[in-house]
């Protein structure tokens, strides 16, 4: 993972990435990522189970640290405690790669009335 993982300013997609986390550090960073990440992730289980789903929600100030996927076909959120995840593939399209808020608001735009 390496200096990938620590490069936040960088904009570069994460579009199809395969993140192997070392050690704890690199795995918050990883989550991070999955969670500002605009489209569905894979994680990687321990297990040896994969989930594939979109990451809304984390919370890692608390004893057992978590994020929370809407995963397909499901209609509740699925809860993944942060030591149960072996990896992370950025595995859906970067719907938001390459675009600035600025293209979408202009895009949103309500045309002003003519006077």
């Known amino acids: 993972m390496g200096s990938d993982i620590g490069s936040h300013g960088n904009h570069q997609s994460w579009e199809g990435r395969n993140v192997q986390p070392s050690d704890e550090k690199e795995l918050r960073e990883a989550i991070s990522r999955a969670f500002d990440y605009r489209g569905d992730v894979t994680i990687q289980l321990k297990t040896g189970d994969q989930l594939i789903g979109y990451v809304f929600d984390r919370q890692e100030d608390v004893p057992q640290p978590y994020v929370k996927l809407f995963l397909p076909n499901r209609r509740e959120p699925h809860i993944v405690v942060y030591q149960d995840i072996a ?9 938001a790669f390459g675009r600035s808020w600025e293209e979408w608001a202009q895009k949103w735009k309500k045309p002003e009335p003519s006077s």
Not at 87 to 95: K, N, P
């Open 87 to 95: 990896g992370i593939v950025f595995s859906g399209e970067d719907t």
